[in-house]
């Protein structure tokens, strides 16, 4: 496809086939997405009415990285075919050219000489062109190689017309010309599906990821073997085999072994991630080190690479609306074109009395020259390498509105609990009165805990697995109900929990003692006492601020964009929350329907507001804010939650999320920009507007032109792959 009208031709002609009920085309991956009735119209029926309207079916593109490798090696064959015609091309165009101008004496036959050189070189190179450009006609599809078509065809026609005296003198022809034509706009072809193929390398990197076999545990008479198996026979809660180096082939749980998981390229996450029992791990990553079982949780599209390769595809397919300024002027582009051209050389020809095939090589120009393929590139090339960019760093962009409405984001509300705090209380800090080291209290502290079902008890370890922690050996745990747990260790009884424990067993608490614990609660700490005959340590846990939180909302306020936070929680949690990450807005006490009526009234005073939540219990204000950013981790992503997600949870992504947004939709404005300054600075070079100071604009250099635009513009958005978010140039 070279341009916006060909895939209209292909949306319209497919859309119209019985049992069609929705299609989308992208002209950058030449790509057609269909909604269709099986039970009526079968795939290779779409493919034939494809291919009868001019294009060519080359199969089913799906996230089946075997599927897809039939289809890359189509497209190199066909690309293979463009260079040969290229390199013909130019040969014989320069062999016609030195004929022509090298004061070579080929007597009096020479026009005849040079038709018989052309001829068969002329039907190799431009054949692929003509065919295209006639076949758009029949359907009365008004397209680029219609134009192509045009220019190429006038001219040979022209020339072998003038070499039998049919348009007077034959020492003005155009075979170079028609040969040279034909060839830059094949090497313009080339070049342009190259660069668009590059624009998708982000899909095509995660689909590499898929796996197409599995090693499975199967009984087979009787005796439990190992057994590798193609990818789509893996079954729910099948036990897969992963050994040291090997990619993990879907989701799932852990059953047996360890090692450290590699999920950058899915994910995003950097440092490799250690997985024991019970851990989850993600189809697509990379085992590092150790073997381990694991149990499938989720198949083929089911699993978290294939929703974010569905998602990637989504949004890249995806028209901002931006893109209906485009349309409009593709529209009207190609007649307007035409008509300019047949002014030019009634000018020319008629009122200033240039020969015939002088005026009608300025026609060519003007026909060559123009060209909308520029234009209707300029927004999905970018558009396909921004949504590529930020999923490589884990941020999951569903739309191109979504692209274009985050660049005029200047509100953003946080929810709380999760999104700026870790969501989950974990270790905060221990006030040692003994003379044991820190390490033996809290090693203490755990060794009783381990017996605990209290949330206290995980936060200790930091949610992490218990059996990961070196620990003593308890007797006589038991629990006190509302109060704490004690328990014997070495002979030494230890009590773990609140004041009424400590009143309890005559444990007498000092003022500093009590002070520190005030002051503990005061920093909205949730603090334990560790105790035997007197009081041991404070060990406190909070619900702690993300690393990053901080940093995120800092760049927001450098980006000139105001921050709320926005909580269930009390107003002091909330203002004390807000007033560590440099959040002076703060919207408390609030049910789910109080977050919606904020964003609500927020968008009544003109804000673009985007929140930022977890996507369960935010959902309503991430539907109706203009831009919603879910939070989601591994393989809890929901991917249905919000306009944005972020696939590892970090804050810094959310922010990532938008500079990405705002550097595609600038470099969207630079493609368009050089896409209307070429065809307005060019077409009245092509018309002729230079001829009076010597400058003539050939139909070869028009050619030239023509292949450099679409090229520049799919350079200009390739540049994008290169940006990194300031926010995270530091990390």
Not at 165 to 172: K, N, R, V, W, Y
Not at 509 to 538: F, G, H, P, Q, Y
Request: with cysteine.
């Amino acid at each position: 496809m070279t341009c916006v009208m060909c895939s209209r031709a292909v949306t319209s002609a497919v859309s119209k086939m019985p049992g069609v009920y929705s299609t989308h085309v992208n002209l950058v991956s030449e790509t057609a997405d269909v909604l269709y009735n099986p039970n009526v119209v079968t795939t290779d029926d779409i493919g034939d009415r494809i291919n009868t309207i001019g294009y060519e079916y080359m199969g089913i593109h799906d996230n089946n990285s075997i599927n897809n490798d039939v289809l890359e090696k189509k497209h190199a064959e066909s690309q293979k075919k463009k260079i040969y015609r290229i390199i013909i091309g130019f040969f014989f165009s320069a062999l016609l050219m030195y004929l022509m101008f090298g004061n070579v004496d080929l007597g009096h036959d020479s026009s005849y000489i040079m038709l018989a050189i052309s001829i068969l070189p002329f039907i190799y190179v431009s054949y692929p062109i003509i065919k295209s450009g006639l076949t758009s006609l029949k359907h009365l599809n008004l397209n680029m190689d219609v134009m192509y078509t045009l220019g190429i065809g006038v001219s040979f026609v022209a020339s072998v017309l003038s070499t039998f005296h049919l348009l007077g003198s034959s020492h003005f022809m155009l075979y170079d010309t028609s040969i040279m034509l034909g060839s830059f706009l094949m090497l313009g072809k080339y070049l342009e599906d190259r660069a668009k193929g590059k624009t998708s390398d982000s899909i095509k990197k995660l689909v590499e990821l898929k796996s197409i076999d599995a090693t499975v545990e199967k009984m087979i008479d009787g005796k439990l073997v190992q057994v590798t198996v193609p990818i789509n026979e893996v079954l729910k809660g099948n036990i897969v085999i992963v050994k040291p180096g090997e990619k993990i082939p879907l989701d799932g749980k852990l059953v047996e072994g360890q090692s450290y998981v590699d999920e950058s390229l899915v994910t995003g996450e950097s440092v490799p991630v250690f997985k024991d029992v019970g851990s989850t791990v993600i189809g697509g990553s990379i085992n590092k080190d150790g073997s381990f079982k694991f149990k499938v949780t989720n198949t083929n599209e089911k699993t978290v690479l294939s929703q974010i390769i569905n998602m990637v595809q989504d949004a890249q397919n995806s028209s901002p609306p931006i893109q209906k300024l485009a349309d409009k002027v593709i529209k009207y582009f190609i007649p307007v074109i035409l008509i300019i051209a047949l002014i030019s050389f009634v000018v020319w020809y008629v009122v200033l009395g240039s020969p015939f095939l002088y005026s009608l090589s300025i026609f060519i120009s003007v026909v060559v020259v123009a060209c909308p393929c520029s234009l209707g590139l300029a927004i999905p090339t970018a558009l396909t390498v921004g949504v590529g960019l930020a999923a490589k760093y884990g941020i999951l962009i569903k739309d191109g509105e979504t692209l274009e409405v985050s660049d005029k984001i200047n509100h953003v509300l946080l929810d709380k609990t999760g999104t700026v705090t870790v969501g989950q209380p974990v270790l905060s800090n221990v006030i040692n009165y003994s003379d044991m080291k820190d390490d033996e209290i809290l090693k203490i502290a755990r060794s009783i805990e381990q017996l605990s079902q209290h949330p206290i008890s995980s936060a200790l370890f930091n949610n992490e697995n218990k059996k990961d922690y070196d620990l003593y050996s308890v007797e006589e745990f038991e629990n006190v109900s509302g109060k704490g747990v004690k328990g014997k260790i070495n002979g030494i009884t230890y009590f773990i929990g609140n004041e009424k424990l400590m009143d309890e067993n005559n444990i007498v608490l000092s003022e500093d003692v009590v002070s520190d614990l005030e002051s503990e609660e005061l920093d909205l700490k949730t603090s334990i006492l560790l105790a035997n005959d007197a009081a041991l340590a404070i060990i406190s846990v909070e619900d702690a601020v993300k690393e990053n939180s901080m940093k995120a909302i800092s760049e927001l306020h450098n980006m000139g964009i105001k921050t709320s936070m926005i909580s269930g929680d009390n107003r002091n949690t909330t203002e004390k929350i807000a007033q560590k990450v440099g959040i002076t807005d703060v919207v408390s006490e609030v049910l789910p329907q109080g977050k919606l009526d904020y964003v609500k009234k927020l968008q009544s005073e003109g804000k673009i507001v985007s929140f930022i939540g977890d996507g369960i219990n935010d959902a309503p204000s991430l539907t109706k804010s203009d831009v919603g950013i879910a939070i989601g981790t591994g393989t809890d992503v929901a991917i249905e939650s919000g306009d944005v997600i972020l696939i590892n949870g970090d804050l810094l992504n959310a922010v990532a999320g938008i500079q990405i947004s705002k550097k595609t939709m600038s470099r969207v404005k630079l493609n368009l920009f050089w896409a209307f300054a070429y065809n307005v600075i060019l077409i009245p070079i092509a018309a002729g507007i230079l001829i009076p100071w010597g400058i003539f604009f050939r139909p070869e250099y028009s050619a030239f032109a023509m292949a450099l635009s679409s090229v520049t513009v799919i350079t200009l958005s390739l540049l994008l792959k290169g940006y990194v978010p300031e926010i995270l140039k530091d990390g």
